[in-house]
């Protein structure tokens, strides 16, 4: 019930964040005021039905252009939206989340990669080189840096805008070169590897979910263990598609929240709740039970 | 807990202030204006 929950969450949030239809008939952007805001999501502003803006092509815009150093408006966004909710913006409201998911499903062997895989630190490398340093310092003569993570790495973007804009629009078409390729190549790259492991890109490569892990131990939204239920047989783990030992670090900045864990413990030794007080009242309300 | 409950809210606040020093700064115009073009970086063209 949790995972069909979880999905229409997903999928709702996907389509009312790409809701501008015409884009995807003309082959052209939504390019009206809602676009001042960012939607909480890896979610391209290029995409033909994109209503909102993505907070990491924010934030590397403003901090690229000649007039700003900082963005206060995007960091602020992502803040807010890290301390209400941490990583379950990855786990129920991320449409390239959702993607990686579906691709998941195709049957194939699949490979599971530890937590503490050294490998989850290339986030934040590609966070400060490729969002915050390259934008800021590699600039042109008027002082304007390049989206360099949307230029050369984003397979979101790829895949939601360069590849239907592409496809729709001539001129563009015969623009097409070099880099093109590259990033269609990175995207083919994210593709098969998320057949083979649960969500490869938000692990290892994505700046956004990099930022909200910071949150995760802190944020409003949280999971609890409760130590006197818990027998630690190590079901969470198993259930858990980033492999995380719920039982022990039940808010890990791995953690998308997904909910999997709270569902496979035997002993409902798990609980997600918002805020403090509602958390003693939940773990009261199932021990009455 | 009570120190993590109190960052909670200060970052909370921190991040509502961080909005609204952006929006007097006018950093939405550059937002606004980089999201409703088509980003030719972000399709892989630029």
């Given at each position: ?55 990491i092509g924010s934030l590397q815009a403003v901090i690229g252009s000649a007039k700003y150093q900082i963005s206060?408006?995007v ?49 934040y490398l590609i966070l400060i080189i490729f969002v915050i340093i390259l934008p800021m310092f590699v600039v042109n003569v008027v002082g304007m840096g390049d989206p360099f993570f949307c230029k050369y790495i984003c397979?979101?973007g ?20 070099f880099i093109?390729?590259w990033k ?23 700046p ?82 | ?29 550059t937002?606004?204006?980089k999201?409703?073009?088509?980003c030719l970086e972000c399709?892989g063209i630029g």
């Open positions: 019930m949790g995972n069909l929950r979880r999905r229409l969450t997903q999928v709702i949030t996907a389509i009312i964040t790409n809701g501008y239809l015409p884009g995807f008939i003309k082959g052209d952007i939504y390019r009206g005021n809602l676009k001042r805001f960012c939607v909480p999501g890896l979610n391209c502003y290029s995409c033909p039905g994109a209503l909102g803006s993505c907070p206060f408006y960091l602020g966004t992502i803040a807010l939206i890290g301390t209400l909710l941490g990583r379950l913006v990855c786990g129920w409201l991320c449409p390239f989340g959702l993607i990686q998911e579906l691709i998941h499903k195709i049957p194939s062997k699949k490979f599971r990669i530890s937590s503490k895989n050294p490998a989850k630190f290339a986030k397979p979101a790829t895949l939601e805008a360069g590849i239907p804009l592409v496809l729709m629009n001539p001129s563009l078409r015969q623009a097409i070169g093109f390729s269609v190549f990175l995207l083919i790259l994210t593709i098969l590897a998320s057949i083979f492991i649960a969500r490869p890109f938000c692990r290892f490569v994505c956004l979910g990099a930022i909200y892990g910071l949150f995760n131990p802190i944020s409003f939204y949280k999971l609890e263990v409760n130590a006197e239920r818990c027998i630690k047989c190590n079901k969470c783990t198993k259930s858990c598609p980033i492999s995380i030992e719920t039982y022990k670090t039940p808010n890990s900045p791995e953690c998308i929240r997904c909910g999997e864990c709270i569902g496979a413990c035997p002993t409902k030794a798990i609980s997600s709740s918002f805020g403090f007080k509602e958390s003693e009242r939940k773990f009261r309300q199932m021990e009455i039970e | 807990m009570k120190v993590k409950e109190g960052l909670r809210w200060i970052l909370l606040i921190a991040s509502i202030a961080s909005i609204v020093i952006g929006i007097f700064r006018e950093e939405v115009l937002v606004l204006v999201a409703i073009n088509i399709v």
